[in-house]
C-alpha cells in the first residue's frame, strides 16, 4: 500500500505569515510531484509540480523536494486569506497514476 | 481551465438502481481518472483509462464499471448503487506525455446521494 502522509490540520497562519505543509510519501519510485489546492465544495486545482530535488518557486509559492528523505513541502509566503484551503500532496505512482495524501486544510486569519 | 465537464452535478437515488455519470473532455487528453472523495479518505481512484477501450482498476473499484468509446467521453456505472457509494466523484484528465506527463486536472464532480 502506497501512503502519502500530510501534517495534521487544521493549520493556522496569521495574514502575511509563512505557511508550511508539509508531505511524506513511501514509495520510492515516485519520480514527480504535485500540489493541489482544493477550495470547499470545489474540485482540485494544480498549483505546482516539481520533478528534482531542491527548491521550485513560483509567485509566492515554494515546493521543496528531498527524494532521499522522501519529503515533499509547500511554503506559501506573505499568506492571503484567499489561500484558505485544503492542501493535497500527491507523488506520482506507476501508470500515469497519482496517490492523493488526505489534506491539510489552512486558514489564514485576517 | 481545462476543458472537462462532468454530467450529472448532483444526483440522488435509491439502493438498487443503475447509475452513469458522464466525463467529457477537449483537450484530446489520452488518460481519463475516475476518483471518488470522502472525508477522512482523501481522493481514492476508482478506475482509470489509458485509450479508447483500454481501462484498468484502481483502488476502490469494487461495484463501479466504466466505459471509453471515444477519445472524448468516460463513463462510470454503478450497476446496482448502494449507500457506501454516496459521494463526490471527480474525473480527471492527463495528456500522459511530455515533460509533465503526470500532471492531471480535474473537473467540477459529481455529488451523488444514494438512499
Known amino acids: 500500500q502506497k501512503e502519502v502522509e500530510q501534517n495534521s490540520g487544521p493549520l493556522s497562519v496569521p495574514e502575511g505569515a509563512i505557511a508550511s505543509l508539509n508531505c511524506t510519501y513511501s514509495d520510492r519510485g515516485s519520480q514527480s510531484f504535485f500540489w493541489y489546492r482544493q477550495y470547499s465544495g470545489k474540485s482540485p486545482e494544480l498549483i505546482m509540480s516539481?520533478?528534482?530535488?531542491g527548491d521550485k518557486e513560483d509567485g509566492r509559492f515554494t515546493a521543496q523536494l528531498n527524494k532521499a528523505s522522501q519529503y515533499v513541502s509547500l511554503l506559501i509566503r506573505d499568506s492571503q486569506p484567499s489561500d484558505s484551503a485544503t492542501y493535497l500532496c500527491?507523488?506520482?505512482?506507476?501508470?500515469?497514476?497519482?496517490?492523493f495524501g488526505s489534506g491539510t486544510q489552512l486558514t489564514v486569519l485576517p | 481551465d481545462a476543458g472537462i465537464t462532468q454530467s450529472p452535478r448532483h444526483k440522488v437515488t435509491e439502493t438498487g438502481t443503475p447509475v452513469t455519470l458522464r466525463c467529457h473532455q477537449t483537450e484530446n487528453h489520452r488518460y481519463m481518472y475516475w476518483y471518488r472523495q470522502d472525508p477522512g479518505h482523501g481522493l481514492r481512484l476508482i478506475h482509470y483509462?489509458?485509450?479508447?477501450?483500454?481501462?484498468d482498476k484502481g483502488e476502490v473499484s469494487d461495484g463501479y464499471s466504466v466505459s471509453r468509446s471515444k477519445t472524448e467521453d468516460f463513463l462510470l456505472t454503478l450497476e446496482s448503487a448502494t449507500s457506501s457509494q454516496t459521494s463526490v466523484y471527480f474525473c480527471?484528465?492527463?495528456?500522459?506525455?511530455?515533460?509533465?506527463?503526470?500532471?492531471?486536472?480535474f473537473g467540477p464532480g459529481t455529488r451523488l446521494t444514494v438512499l
Open positions: 480527471a484528465i492527463s495528456e500522459g506525455t511530455g515533460v509533465d506527463y503526470n500532471e492531471q486536472f
Open positions: 500527491a507523488p506520482s505512482g506507476s501508470a500515469r497514476q497519482l496517490t
Open positions: 483509462s489509458y485509450g479508447v477501450k483500454d481501462t
Open positions: 516539481i520533478y528534482s530535488n
